[in-house]
């Protein structure tokens, strides 16, 4: 089955026919007998509980990403922080450290700050390569987290080399492909372990639920000399990370998923490879238009002289995504120009069948020093483009007047 078939193929079975898996509005299941209640209650017996614990709903979505990912199981996440943090929390202690890019989500630079007050600290590589990240690896690290394209650096990882150095060291890869979708690539193909997506972008579509999901290949083994917490989990063999999670702090903390926004995710699950086929095919089109522009540059990794763009073709099929980032020559000429367009919104989100633009250092990137946001590729004329679906000769006729205009 090709993409668009199997989305809609691999979906669970529902009870009566339905098409769509139901939305199982409620808090908790009866059950016909305490025994069957200790048994489901306790993940002994299949069933549910309690919807922080597991829900039928949810269920269907976590089934669906994962056989769309090509992953043993998955857990949903009440948003794409909640699964960046459980993804992480799952196997870290105090004394643990972390590798990452600097090009990061400024939520997800933020977290690795938050999470030092725990004794768990993070190093930094401007970009995550092999030869980067190497002299990182110290006896404490336990992780290697980056984004499979960065939101907004728009750096892409090589991941067959970054994770044969990271397997080579004995140490997981997780990725977060928000920005790349399963549309443009499958991680696991090439190496990656967990992947994590906030499924409140491109996985949505609608811009209509917060939400995140965490997705195991089920191909590192998490020795307990190492990775302590795990001692009790050997007996799961594969599954043993997806068990301690959900056994331990997902349940725990409580970052469930609403039933109700896993029904909106499958509804625009069944879209994605439609949409981005148009996001991808208007983000081309429109960076191309733009490079042709006086007065602004642009960012995209689908251009020719972009330093990602042999790697948009060996990995990710030829397409790059449809986040662009625009250079505009200062501050108050970036304000103009979101402010001039007609079909932008100026919204902090992407992934959006609208087309989304926002000033990040103003915004996503306030609590990060300059240092931090030039790493990030965050410049203060920096204006981050998440195009969307609609037809590619209004979009462009919007930003040739909005460009004029900010002259
Ligand atoms: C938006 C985003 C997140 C955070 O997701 P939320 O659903 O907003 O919590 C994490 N990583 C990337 C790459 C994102 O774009």
Request: charged fraction near 20%; hydrophobic fraction near 40%.
């Amino acid at each position: 089955m090709n993409f668009n078939t199997s989305i809609l193929h691999s979906a669970p079975e529902n009870e009566n026919g339905s098409t769509m898996s139901p939305i199982y509005q409620v808090s908790a299941f009866a059950q016909g007998s305490a025994e069957k209640l200790e048994q489901v209650f306790n993940n002994k017996a299949p069933g549910f509980a309690y919807s922080r614990i597991g829900n039928p709903t949810v269920d269907a979505f976590e089934k669906r990403i994962a056989a769309l990912e090509g992953g043993i199981g998955a857990i949903a996440c009440s948003s794409g922080m909640a699964a960046v943090t459980m993804s992480l929390l799952n196997i870290l202690q105090a004394g643990d450290e972390i590798i990452a890019g600097s090009g990061l989500f400024g939520g997800t630079i933020d977290l690795f700050r938050d999470l030092e007050a725990f004794g768990i600290n993070t190093r930094f590589a401007e970009t995550v390569t092999a030869e980067n990240i190497k002299p990182l690896f110290t006896e404490h690290t336990r992780a290697v987290f980056t984004e499979l394209i960065g939101n907004p650096k728009l750096d892409i990882v090589d991941l067959k080399s970054v994770s044969e150095l990271c397997h080579s060291k004995g140490i997981p890869l997780i990725i977060d492909s928000t920005t790349a979708t399963p549309y443009l690539i499958h991680p696991f193909e090439f190496g990656a372990d967990i992947v994590v997506h906030s499924t409140s972008k491109y996985i949505n579509g609608g811009g209509n639920s917060i939400s995140g999901v965490i997705i195991d290949s089920g191909s590192f083994r998490f020795e307990a000399e190492r990775y302590k917490g795990f001692k009790e989990y050997k007996k799961f063999g594969k599954f043993a990370y997806l068990a301690k999670l959900r056994n331990g702090l997902w349940r725990n903390t409580g970052a469930c998923l609403s039933p109700f926004n896993a029904f909106m995710n499958m509804v625009g699950l069944e879209t994605l490879g439609l949409r981005m086929e148009r996001c991808c095919s208007n983000a081309q089109k429109l960076a191309e238009f733009l490079s042709t522009q006086d007065g602004v540059t642009v960012n995209y990794p689908g251009l020719p002289d972009n330093p990602y763009h042999e790697l948009v073709q060996s990995q990710l099929g030829g397409r790059a995504g449809a986040i662009l980032t625009l250079r505009a020559g200062s501050k108050e000429r970036a304000f103009k120009l979101i402010n001039s367009l007609q079909y932008a919104f100026s919204a902090t989100n992407i992934g959006d069948v609208r087309t989304l633009v926002i000033h990040p250092s103003s915004t996503i990137y306030t609590h990060s020093s300059e240092a931090a946001q030039l790493s990030a590729g965050v410049y203060s004329d920096t204006i981050r483009v998440s195009v969307g679906i609609e037809d590619i000769e209004d979009l462009t006729a919007d930003f040739a007047q909005a460009i004029e205009r900010s002259r």
